[in-house]
């Protein structure tokens, strides 16, 4: 078993940052894959960025490329989402997801993931 919690959502203006935590419990930490997605209001639930358990592989939505990196720090069962030059459209709960496949799939799916953390919420205000 793998339990997620997020952390480090809040309020920012558009234009600014913050970094999202994903901390997990459980010693297999380590060899799953992580991901991050994110449903804003009336909306599904979308896939947002992927990373391998070594962290050497990782993969992104096309919406948050080049503004998202997402990277973990195995030692300390934690995965990051850092989210620079936010958009009101990232507005959204954010989640992360652990894929004991191990690998960073280069899909936007969301079925393979066997945990789910509860969400973070992010507002972005313009």
């Known amino acids: 078993q793998v339990q997620l919690v997020e952390s480090g959502g809040g309020l920012v203006q558009a234009g600014g940052s913050l970094r999202l935590s994903c901390a997990a419990s459980?010693?297999?930490?380590?060899?799953?894959?992580m991901g991050w997605f994110r449903q804003a209001p009336g909306k599904e639930r979308e896939f947002v960025a992927v990373?391998?358990?070594?962290?050497?592989?990782?993969y992104y939505a096309d919406s948050v490329k080049g503004r998202f990196t997402i990277s973990r720090d195995n030692a300390k069962n934690t995965v990051y989402l850092q989210m620079n030059s936010l958009k009101p459209e990232d507005t959204a709960v954010y989640y992360c997801?652990?894929?004991?496949?191990?690998?960073?799939?280069?899909?936007?799916?969301?079925?393979?993931?066997?945990?789910w953390g509860q969400g973070t919420q992010v507002t972005v205000s313009s």
């Open positions: 997801a652990a894929d004991r496949l191990g690998i960073a799939r280069k899909t936007t799916s969301q079925s393979g993931y066997d945990y």
């Open positions: 990373i391998s358990w070594s962290g050497g592989s990782t």
């Open positions: 459980g010693r297999t930490f380590g060899s799953y894959a």
